[in-house]
């Protein structure tokens, strides 16, 4: 989400303000520390402009605007601007903890700078560095390369995925008599799983990133399709047999979001 305001031949600017839910939120008990004002001169700019995104901000600045005219600028739209970096904190807070009223969401897994494996009950921090070569696990901490960091860390999902998926759903087929062919887990940005006719079982490598409960009812949706290859009422006649609670999880399902990270 960006906020961004225009000041154009204003001498006390007026900012458009964009913010128009802010009103539900409770203050902030945390104030967040703004980040240091970027500069970036835009030759097609036709005014000084202030924008904020995520945990960063910035002014364009036209050409030749002189340093007085950018620096009056900065200290008219200053409690503008500590004002909106507020909200958006405010608002980040509240995303978070709706997040975290879902039990079967892993909120750690919506931030962009660490993983958590809910099966494990761990969390990883990353620590991204252009020092490092390769990718390494130094107790809850990743060391990733800068270069291709998400694709480490997406061969580094598949690795623990590789770990726990084929010994998860042996698991599950033993405990209520399925029966399939081979496992395979593999990178896919799409469908959670699959079972070929011949009873093989392909699952997303990102399952591993899913609540206990979430991930085992994909693993059984696909054991159900070696009795069923088809969605019809036999199938989940079988579904409620194994999973009494998969509309449920289906549904909820649905709403999960990868990390951005997750899609190449
Ligand atoms: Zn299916």
């Given at each position: 989400?960006?906020?961004?305001?225009?000041?154009?031949?204003?001498?006390?600017?007026?900012?458009?303000?964009?913010?128009?839910?802010?009103?539900?939120?409770?203050?902030s008990?945390l104030e967040v520390p703004m980040p240091e004002i970027?500069?970036?001169?835009?030759?097609?700019?036709?005014?000084?402009?202030?924008?904020?995104?995520?945990d960063r901000v910035?002014?364009?600045?036209?050409?030749?605007?002189?340093?007085?005219?950018?620096?009056?600028?900065?200290?008219?739209?200053?409690?503008?601007l500590k004002?909106?970096w507020q909200?958006l904190q405010?608002?980040?807070?509240?995303?978070?903890?709706?997040?975290?009223?879902?039990?079967?969401?892993?909120?750690?897994?919506?931030?962009?700078?660490?993983?958590?494996?809910?099966?494990?009950?761990?969390?990883?921090?990353?620590?991204?560095?252009?020092?490092?070569?390769?990718?390494?696990?130094?107790?809850?901490?990743?060391?990733?390369?800068?270069?291709?960091?998400?694709?480490?860390?997406?061969?580094?999902?598949?690795?623990?995925?590789?770990?726990?998926?084929?010994?998860?759903?042996?698991?599950?087929?033993?405990?209520?008599?399925?029966?399939?062919?081979?496992?395979?887990?593999?990178?896919?940005?799409?469908?959670?799983?699959?079972?070929?006719?011949?009873?093989?079982?392909?699952?997303?490598?990102?399952?591993?990133?899913?609540?206990?409960?979430?991930?085992?009812?994909?693993?059984?949706?696909?054991?159900?399709?070696?009795?069923?290859?088809?969605?019809?009422?036999?199938?989940?006649?079988?579904?409620?047999?194994?999973?009494?609670?998969?509309?449920?999880?289906?549904?909820?399902?649905?709403?999960?979001?990868?990390?951005?990270?997750?899609?190449?």
């Amino acid at each position: 989400m960006t906020i961004f305001a225009d000041f154009f031949k204003s001498k006390t600017p007026q900012p458009e303000l964009s913010v128009s839910d802010a009103a539900v939120l409770e203050p902030s008990v945390l104030e967040v520390p703004m980040p240091e004002i970027e500069w970036r001169v835009n030759p097609r700019a036709k005014r000084l402009r202030l924008t904020l995104k995520a945990d960063r901000v910035w002014v364009t600045i036209p050409p030749r605007t002189s340093q007085a005219t950018t620096d009056r600028f900065l200290r008219e739209t200053h409690s503008w601007l500590k004002e909106q970096w507020q909200k958006l904190q405010q608002r980040k807070q509240q995303h978070d903890a709706n997040l975290a009223q879902n039990p079967h969401f892993s909120p750690n897994n919506t931030i962009e700078h660490q993983v958590h494996l809910p099966v494990y009950d761990a969390t990883w921090v990353f620590d991204v560095s252009a020092n490092y070569s390769r990718l390494k696990e130094v107790e809850q901490t990743l060391c990733i390369p800068e270069t291709n960091k998400n694709e480490h860390l997406r061969k580094w999902v598949k690795a623990k995925a590789q770990d726990y998926l084929p010994d998860r759903l042996a698991e599950l087929a033993a405990e209520h008599g399925f029966q399939y062919s081979r496992c395979t887990v593999r990178h896919a940005r799409t469908r959670w799983g699959s079972c070929s006719r011949s009873g093989n079982v392909n699952l997303n490598a990102s399952l591993i990133l899913l609540a206990p409960k979430l991930l085992d009812y994909v693993l059984l949706h696909e054991l159900c399709h070696t009795r069923e290859f088809n969605h019809s009422p036999h199938f989940w006649a079988e579904m409620y047999a194994v999973c009494p609670t998969f509309k449920a999880d289906r549904k909820t399902l649905k709403q999960y979001v990868l990390p951005s990270w997750w899609h190449v």
